[in-house]
């Protein structure tokens, strides 16, 4: 059973179209972060969510962290084709944990011009 | 402006055969970190490293090996390669074991054993 659950694994859409990712887990985190990472490259940080029911804004993308900080969503309006990447979602699980993060399994995103 | 540096980007290795991947930080960090990233998936823990001498395993540390003799340098070394250890290998590094600060990640070694 992994720790995060993202959902969907895949998804290819057209340019213009709005799409929403989940992360979801059993688990309460004390704080929730969203990666991109585009191919041949290393995930490069979006945001960071350490409140229940917090709500980010960067330009056409809207994060979420659920009130109990269970599950996060992110929303992306009007897809551009450069947001295409894999979208991961990850979490310092633990009590000491040294920020070790536990990855979820990825969001593949494409979009089509 | 050189982040976290990681050689060799490509390398194909036959069974059997060592090697050791190199990480280079140059933001001081003491937090660093090993993953892998199989096709399609999420990254896992391989190992980690609070500061220079300290170092501890993470989820998949079977058939690695790392040492952090300076604050800067973070290698990881193969024994005996494996076709299961086929996959892309990223370091990385953040200032805090918070979760709140971000990962730097390098732009990883993709190595293929066969």
């Known amino acids: 059973t992994q720790l995060l659950e993202q959902s969907p694994q895949f998804l290819s859409i057209q340019e213009g179209e709005n799409l929403t990712v989940y992360c979801n887990s059993s688990s309460v985190f004390s704080s929730l972060q969203w990666y991109r990472q585009e191919p041949g490259e290393g995930p490069v940080l979006l945001v960071t969510v350490v409140t229940g029911g917090e709500v980010k804004k960067l330009k056409r993308l809207t994060f979420q962290f659920g009130d109990a900080r269970k599950d996060s969503s992110l929303h992306i309006t009007a897809a551009q084709p450069g947001d295409t990447g894999l979208y991961l979602c990850a979490v310092v699980a633990g009590g000491t944990s040294y920020g070790k993060l536990t990855f979820g ?6 979009v089509h011009p | 402006n050189a982040g976290v540096t990681q050689t060799p980007k490509f390398r194909i290795l036959k069974i059997g055969q060592s090697m050791t991947l190199q990480c280079a930080q140059d933001m001081n960090h003491n937090y660093m970190y090993w993953y892998r ?5 999420g990254l896992k823990l391989i190992y980690y490293s609070v500061g220079a001498g300290i170092t501890d395993k993470g989820e998949v540390p079977n058939g690695y090996n790392v040492s952090r003799s300076t604050t800067e340098d973070f290698p990881l070394r193969l ?3 494996a076709p299961s250890q086929t996959s892309v290998y990223f370091c990385a590094s953040t200032s805090t074991g ?3 600060q971000p990962q730097h990640f390098g732009d990883g070694t ?5």
């Open chain 1, 105 to 110: 399994q990825g969001t593949i995103l494409t």
């Open chain 2, 37 to 41: 990233q199989d096709p399609g998936m």
């Open chain 2, 79 to 81: 024994e005996l390669a």
């Open chain 2, 98 to 100: 918070t979760g709140i």
């Open chain 2, 110 to 114: 993709r190595l293929s054993i066969l």
